[in-house]
C-alpha cells in the first residue's frame, strides 16, 4: 500500500514539475534572424489562459443567444414563444373569418334586394307559437282592498311613479314619415309582386338629378349587368332606398347625404331596362313596400 501512495505522489510531483517548467517563446525575424520578441511560459500558464479564453467565449455565446435574434435557431429554446404567437394569430385568424362571413352575409343580402330575388311569399321565417291561457287568469278586476294596500305602500316607502317609455316613438309609422320624391315624372310601370318589380319606374328627362327621398348612408355605389349604375342608401326607420339604371352615380359608398341631395343622375343603363328611367324601390324592415303609397312623383 505505501509502495502505491508513493508511485502516486511520484505521478504528481512529476505532474506539477511539468507544469512549472518554464519555455521561452522567442519571435525572430526571418530575414535578419533578430530577435524581436522573447516571452517565458509555462504550462500552466497556458492551461489558466486557455481556460479563461474558453470562459469568456462561452459567456460572450450565452449573451448574443439571450439578446439576440439568435436563439430563434436553436432547437426547443423558442418553442413557447412560437406557440403563444401561433394562438394569437389563431384567434386572430378566426375573429377576421367571422367579419368576413358577416359581411359576405350582408353583401349577399344587398346583392340579392339589388337583383330582386327575395322571397315574395310574405313569410318572415320561424314565428312564435301563440301562449294558450285559460279564461279564469284573465280575470284581473281590481278590488277596494287592493286599491287601499298599494296606496298605503307606495306613501310608505316614497316611491316615485315609474316613468313609461313610449318605444313606438323610436320608429314612427311610414304614414308619418316625409319622403321627398326622387325624380317628378310620369309612371310608366307600377310596383308588382307577382312580376317581381319591387319598385316603380319613373319616366324624366335626360339628365334629371336624382334625389335622395331621405337623410342616410349610401351603403353600396356600384354597377351591376342587370340593374347599371345603381345606388343604395340606409335611412333611419329600417329604411333602405334604391335608385337604379342611373347613367352618373353622384356618391360614393360610405358617404353621408341629405334628403333632397342629388345623388345620381337619370339614366339607361343595365340589361333590364328600356329606355331612360329612374327605377326607385323602397324596402322596409327587410321588405319591399309600393313606393307609390308614400312618395309623391307627380
Not at 448574443?64 to 423558442?78: A, E, H, N, S, V
Not at 294558450?132 to 316614497?158: F, M
Not at 308588382?192 to 348612408?217: L, Q
Request: aromatic share 10%.
Amino acid at each position: 500500500m505505501e509502495d502505491n501512495n508513493e508511485g502516486k505522489k511520484s505521478r504528481w510531483a512529476e505532474w506539477k514539475d511539468k507544469l512549472a517548467v518554464t519555455y521561452r517563446l522567442v519571435v525572430i525575424n526571418d530575414d535578419s534572424f533578430e530577435e524581436v520578441n522573447t516571452t517565458k511560459l509555462t504550462l500552466a500558464n497556458l492551461y489558466t489562459l486557455a481556460s479563461s479564453l474558453f470562459v469568456a467565449l462561452a459567456f460572450l455565446v450565452f449573451l448574443l443567444i439571450i439578446f439576440t435574434p439568435l436563439k430563434q435557431f436553436i432547437p426547443g429554446y423558442g418553442d413557447f414563444n412560437a406557440e403563444k404567437k401561433a394562438k394569437e394569430l389563431e384567434l386572430k385568424i378566426e375573429s377576421l373569418e367571422t367579419e368576413v362571413a358577416s359581411y359576405e352575409a350582408w353583401a349577399n343580402g344587398i346583392r340579392n334586394i339589388m337583383v330582386g330575388n327575395v322571397d315574395t311569399t310574405g313569410e318572415t321565417g320561424n314565428r312564435e307559437m301563440p301562449i294558450s291561457v285559460e279564461d279564469r287568469a284573465l280575470n284581473v278586476d281590481k278590488i277596494p282592498e287592493d286599491d287601499v294596500l298599494r296606496t298605503a305602500v307606495t306613501e310608505e316607502i316614497n316611491e316615485p311613479e315609474p316613468v313609461v317609455v313610449n318605444l313606438a316613438a323610436r320608429n314612427k309609422p311610414l304614414e308619418q314619415l316625409f319622403f321627398t320624391p326622387p325624380v317628378t315624372g310620369s309612371m310608366t310601370k307600377s310596383f308588382s309582386f307577382d312580376e317581381r318589380h319591387y319598385g316603380v319606374d319613373i319616366a324624366a328627362a335626360k339628365n334629371t338629378a336624382i334625389k335622395s327621398v331621405m337623410s342616410g348612408f349610401v351603403i353600396s355605389s356600384d354597377w351591376s349587368l342587370e340593374t347599371g349604375n345603381t345606388i343604395c342608401i340606409q335611412h333611419s326607420d329600417n329604411l333602405v332606398s334604391f335608385y337604379k339604371h342611373n347613367s352618373v352615380l353622384l356618391k360614393k359608398t360610405g358617404e353621408n347625404v341629405k334628403a333632397g341631395e342629388a345623388i345620381a343622375i337619370i339614366g339607361n343603363t343595365g340589361d333590364h331596362t328600356t329606355g331612360p328611367h329612374l327605377h326607385f324601390e323602397l324596402w322596409h324592415e327587410g321588405k319591399p313596400i309600393d313606393p307609390w303609397d308614400y312618395v309623391n312623383f307627380n
